[in-house]
């Protein structure tokens, strides 16, 4: 009698373990969002920042031009956070809230590794022009240097976590092309965060690629 009570509450545990939270649907459907990221918001940040570096390239790198180069930076860091970073923490949400909506969020998560793909190529066109930028910005000074250095550091650490943290988790601990491709934007990054490096801008810790 008491190894069927015993049997019976075995089946209950594992019956609450698997049920779905009461929280689901408390915050925007992953799915929904993460599609609306992929598709519409991120894209359009890619433009407006490509618009403002291509401003900035027929300037005349005055420090208002360059106060302008660190708003745009700004700006696409804030709406990186606002929607890749926010897009995969709704996942990750769903995932950790065993919500019937999760598996199919997952999957758009790792199906858009080709659109992920051509939204770097954009990003990496404003990098490729904010590298060739470096030098005039750097002969007005040090203070408009460091304030474009600033989003760079952020936006490159903020690519890696979004790789190594959430990506990695979505797929259980297990490399994916998704992942990979977050890297890569991670290195676009990084490779023009180092070239702003300068020594007294603060030995700040950088994530092992």
Same mark, same amino acid.
């Given at each position: 009698m008491l190894c069927s009570l015993n049997l019976l509450l075995a089946f209950s545990l594992v019956g609450l373990s698997a049920a779905q939270s009461p929280l689901c649907g408390t915050n925007a459907d992953a799915t929904t969002f993460y599609n609306n990221m992929i598709d519409k918001t991120l894209p359009k940040a890619l433009v407006d920042y490509n618009a403002a570096t291509t401003a900035f390239a027929g300037s005349k790198a005055t420090p208002e031009d360059i106060d302008d180069l660190f708003h745009a930076s700004e700006a696409y860091y804030r709406q990186y956070l606002? %929607? #890749?970073?926010?897009?995969? &923490?709704?996942?990750?949400?769903?995932?950790?809230?065993?919500? =019937?909506?999760?598996?199919?969020?997952?999957? %758009? #998560?790792?199906?858009?590794? &080709?659109?992920?793909?051509?939204?770097?190529?954009?990003?990496? =066109?404003?990098?490729n022009s904010f590298s060739?930028?470096?030098?005039?910005?750097?002969?007005?000074?040090?203070?408009?240097?460091?304030?474009n250095y600033q989003p760079l550091d952020y936006l490159a650490y903020s690519s890696w976590y979004s790789a190594k943290i959430f990506v990695r988790r979505l797929a259980k601990g297990k490399p994916s092309p998704l992942e990979d491709e977050f890297m890569e934007w991670y290195n676009t990054v990084e490779a023009v965060r180092a070239q702003y490096y300068r020594d007294g801008y603060g030995k700040q810790p950088r994530p092992e690629a």
């Open positions: 606002d %929607t #890749v970073a926010s897009a995969l &923490s709704y996942v990750d949400v769903e995932v950790s809230r065993n919500c =019937k909506t999760a598996p199919n969020a997952v999957a %758009t #998560v790792f199906n858009s590794t &080709s659109k992920a793909r051509e939204l770097r190529t954009q990003l990496s =066109k404003v990098m060739s930028f470096e030098s005039r910005i750097l002969a007005e000074g040090k203070p408009g240097h460091w304030a």
